[in-house]
Structure formats: structure tokens, C-alpha cells
């Protein structure tokens, strides 16, 4: 890395921490806030514009640093940008957030962003044709988005996963030499250290859907170029961003085994339950996860197989030890608990 590009790094990071001052500062001007509810860990009012500080000095970085790529990618994440944007201002349905995030990672993948090879499974490479691998591609896609979206319920936790997971890219850009792989992870990371100044317990700000939708867009566009250049394998995206899916499957399944709607908002995230274990104390939390997070990301990157199918079944051993060790007894029998 040259003199020139830590300099632009360094200035990343004053944007992002810059706008997210004047977004706390001019709160109740900009009125895009957070209030206080039964699902909240919060007791006042707060803004939840961050994810303008992280999309503004990402955008102001990949421009800056000139990233051999093609900038049409840019195009689908101002539209995902835009949902969140308007998701925390006006208020969407989940189902309608779904949707958008689904023709988004559809024109992904109609940019060039695309796969057609899905991991080797028994010594059989696993190929779709084109029009189910874009199915394919976009609900799986649209799934990550969302499950970023939904892990974003304590401060700081979406920022500090999103870091872990970045580091692993950051990393194969290092191993492999490719300059547009490293850029944009240590851009995204750079800029979400800039937020996270003002969003770390006690949080002054959230990064909102604008923030997380973004992040969860930006690293699927990050794997999925990861595994067209054979740097990684379709599957082993499950450990290298085990958490946010972990917890986002748990959480359907669960709530389908209770017969309750599995796009309904309720307390039973994997971070809800850890920080009531944890006596509400969030910073522990957060860094409890971070930690569960670092060993599955280490373990994705260093899973050396040639058969797919042995992280697929580790992947679902730990779904298994995480849904019958983080739900409780009743719930599983199917009774509600408040």
C-alpha cells in the first residue's frame, strides 16, 4: 500500500466520523430516529442515520482510489442504499425489503457478479443451469442482505461482525495480490471504524437499514467475486459469515416450528439471548459474538477440502448445537414465551 493510499484511508475515516458528528449533532433537524420501544435497548431517542456516514465516505473512497472495476456494481447498492434510507424514514415491510434486495442481487448478477458453480459435492461439481442459478443466486443473496438487517440489534454488533468478516477479504486480497479485493474491504472497514467512534455502547447513533442492507450487499458482492476467482468455494461462505446466517435461520426456524410468522420482528435473536445470559451487559455480548465470529471465519479460511460436503455438515452441526443450546425448552415444545 503506497503513501497515497493510507492518506486516502486516513480521510475515509474523517468523513465517516465527521458525518456521523453532524448526524448526532443535527438529530432532531434531519429527524431520521430511532424510538424508544418494546424491542429497544435504548431509553431516549436516537438517529439511526448512520449508514450515510458509511455509504458517503465508501462511495467518496472507491472513487478516490480509482478501483480497477467496473463502477456498475455501484448502481444495485445505491438502490439498496436507498431502500434502507427510505426504511428509516418512512417505514417498509419486511416482505417489501425482501423483494427490492432480491432484484438487487438479481442485477448483481446480470453485472457481471454472477455464479453458476456451487461448491463440489461427492466428487461431483455442482453446476446450474443459467436461469436457476440466477434464482438461486438471487434469494440466497437477498437472504445474507436481510440477515445482516436483523443482527443489527445491539450497538456496535453489526459493525464489529462486518469488520471480522471484512478482515477475511482484506486477508485473500493480501494472499492473492488482487488489488480491487483488498481496496474494498479495508475501504468498507475504514469507513465503518469512522462510524463506529459514535456507535460503540453507549451508541449516540445506529447505523440504520441504510447502513446494514449496505453492508450486507457489499460483502456478498464481496464473496461472490471472492469465489468467481477461485479464492474461496461457494459453500465455505457459511463459516466465513456464519453468524449473521446462523442467526437469521434459527430465528425462521424457530418461529415456524411455533407457528408464528417468520418475517414477524420479536426478541429471540441470538443476540437477545446472549445478553439477557449475560446480564444485559452489552459490550460483553457484542464481544462474545465477535469472538464466536473470528473462530468460524479463521476456520472458513483455513478449511482446506476438496469435498464441500464436510463444511456443509460442520456448518449444520453448529446450526444444530446453537438452535437446541440457545432455545429454551418450552419454546421448543411450542409454547410461547413473552
Same mark, same amino acid.
Given at each position: 500500500?503506497?503513501?497515497?493510499?493510507?492518506?486516502?484511508?486516513?480521510?475515509?475515516?474523517?468523513?465517516?466520523?465527521?458525518?456521523?458528528?453532524?448526524?448526532?449533532?443535527?438529530?432532531?433537524?434531519?429527524?431520521?430516529?430511532?424510538? !424508544?420501544?418494546?424491542?429497544?435497548?435504548?431509553?431516549?431517542?436516537?438517529?439511526?442515520?448512520?449508514?450515510?456516514?458509511?455509504?458517503?465516505?465508501?462511495?467518496?473512497?472507491?472513487?478516490?482510489?480509482?478501483?480497477?472495476?467496473?463502477?456498475?456494481?455501484?448502481?444495485?447498492?445505491?438502490?439498496?442504499?436507498?431502500?434502507?434510507?427510505?426504511?428509516?424514514?418512512?417505514?417498509?415491510?419486511?416482505?417489501?425489503?425482501?423483494?427490492?434486495?432480491?432484484?438487487?442481487?438479481?442485477?448483481?448478477?446480470?453485472?457481471?457478479?454472477?455464479?453458476?458453480?456451487?461448491?463440489?459435492?461427492?466428487?461431483?461439481?455442482?453446476?446450474?443451469?443459467?436461469?436457476?442459478?440466477?434464482?438461486?443466486?438471487?434469494?440466497?443473496?437477498?437472504?445474507?442482505?436481510?440477515? =445482516?438487517?436483523?443482527?443489527?440489534?445491539?450497538?456496535?454488533?453489526?459493525?464489529?461482525?462486518?469488520?471480522?468478516?471484512?478482515?477475511?477479504?482484506?486477508?485473500?486480497?493480501?494472499?492473492?495480490?488482487?488489488?480491487?479485493?483488498?481496496?474494498?474491504?479495508?475501504?468498507?472497514?475504514?469507513?465503518?471504524?469512522?462510524?463506529?467512534?459514535?456507535?460503540?455502547? !453507549?451508541?449516540?447513533?445506529?447505523?440504520?437499514?441504510?447502513?446494514?442492507?449496505?453492508?450486507?450487499?457489499?460483502?456478498?458482492?464481496?464473496?461472490?467475486?471472492?469465489?468467481?476467482?477461485?479464492?474461496?468455494?461457494?459453500?465455505?461462505?457459511?463459516?466465513?459469515?456464519?453468524?449473521?446466517?446462523?442467526?437469521?435461520?434459527?430465528?425462521?426456524?424457530?418461529?415456524? =416450528?411455533?407457528?408464528?410468522? !417468520?418475517?414477524?420482528?420479536?426478541?429471540?435473536?441470538?443476540?437477545?439471548?446472549?445478553?439477557?445470559?449475560?446480564?444485559?451487559?452489552?459490550?460483553?455480548?457484542?464481544?462474545?459474538?465477535?469472538?464466536?465470529?473470528?473462530?468460524?471465519?479463521?476456520?472458513?479460511?483455513?478449511?482446506?477440502?476438496?469435498?464441500?460436503?464436510?463444511?456443509?455438515?460442520?456448518?449444520?452441526?453448529?446450526?444444530?448445537?446453537?438452535?437446541?443450546?440457545?432455545?429454551?425448552?418450552?419454546?421448543?415444545?411450542?409454547?410461547?414465551?413473552?
Amino acid at each position: 500500500m503506497n503513501l497515497f493510499n493510507i492518506y486516502v484511508l486516513i480521510g475515509i475515516f474523517g468523513i465517516s466520523a465527521i458525518v456521523s458528528f453532524l448526524l448526532v449533532k443535527y438529530k432532531h433537524v434531519i429527524r431520521i430516529l430511532d424510538e !424508544p420501544n418494546a424491542r429497544s435497548h435504548h431509553k431516549v431517542v436516537i438517529p439511526r442515520s448512520g449508514g450515510i456516514a458509511i455509504f458517503s465516505a465508501f462511495v467518496t473512497g472507491v472513487f478516490s482510489l480509482d478501483i480497477s472495476h467496473d463502477y456498475w456494481f455501484l448502481a444495485p447498492l445505491f438502490i439498496i442504499f436507498v431502500l434502507g434510507l427510505y426504511d428509516d424514514i418512512k417505514g417498509i415491510s419486511s416482505k417489501k425489503k425482501l423483494l427490492v434486495t432480491f432484484f438487487s442481487s438479481m442485477l448483481l448478477f446480470f453485472l457481471g457478479f454472477d455464479l453458476e458453480r456451487y461448491g463440489h459435492f461427492f466428487g461431483h461439481e455442482v453446476i446450474f443451469p443459467l436461469w436457476i442459478s440466477c434464482l438461486f443466486f438471487s434469494i440466497a443473496c437477498a437472504g445474507f442482505i436481510n440477515a =445482516v438487517n436483523l443482527i443489527d440489534g445491539l450497538d456496535g454488533l453489526a459493525s464489529f461482525i462486518a469488520l471480522i468478516i471484512l478482515s477475511a477479504f482484506a486477508y485473500l486480497g493480501l494472499k492473492w495480490d488482487d488489488v480491487f479485493l483488498f481496496n474494498m474491504a479495508v475501504l468498507l472497514g475504514v469507513s465503518i471504524l469512522g462510524f463506529l467512534v459514535f456507535n460503540w455502547h !453507549p451508541a449516540k447513533i445506529f447505523m440504520g437499514d441504510s447502513g446494514s442492507l449496505s453492508l450486507g450487499f457489499i460483502i456478498v458482492l464481496l464473496c461472490v467475486y471472492a469465489i468467481k476467482q477461485h479464492y474461496i468455494t461457494a459453500v465455505s461462505v457459511l463459516l466465513l459469515a456464519a453468524l449473521p446466517i446462523l442467526d437469521t435461520l434459527i430465528v425462521m426456524v424457530r418461529r415456524v =416450528v411455533n407457528k408464528q410468522n !417468520p418475517f414477524k420482528a420479536d426478541k429471540t435473536h441470538i443476540h437477545h439471548i446472549i445478553l439477557k445470559q449475560q446480564n444485559r451487559h452489552v459490550v460483553r455480548t457484542v464481544l462474545l459474538m465477535g469472538v464466536w465470529q473470528m473462530l468460524f471465519t479463521y476456520i472458513g479460511l483455513g478449511f482446506k477440502v476438496r469435498d464441500d460436503v464436510y463444511i456443509l455438515i460442520l456448518f449444520l452441526l453448529c446450526f444444530c448445537l446453537f438452535y437446541f443450546s440457545l432455545t429454551p425448552k418450552k419454546r421448543r415444545k411450542g409454547y410461547h414465551v413473552s
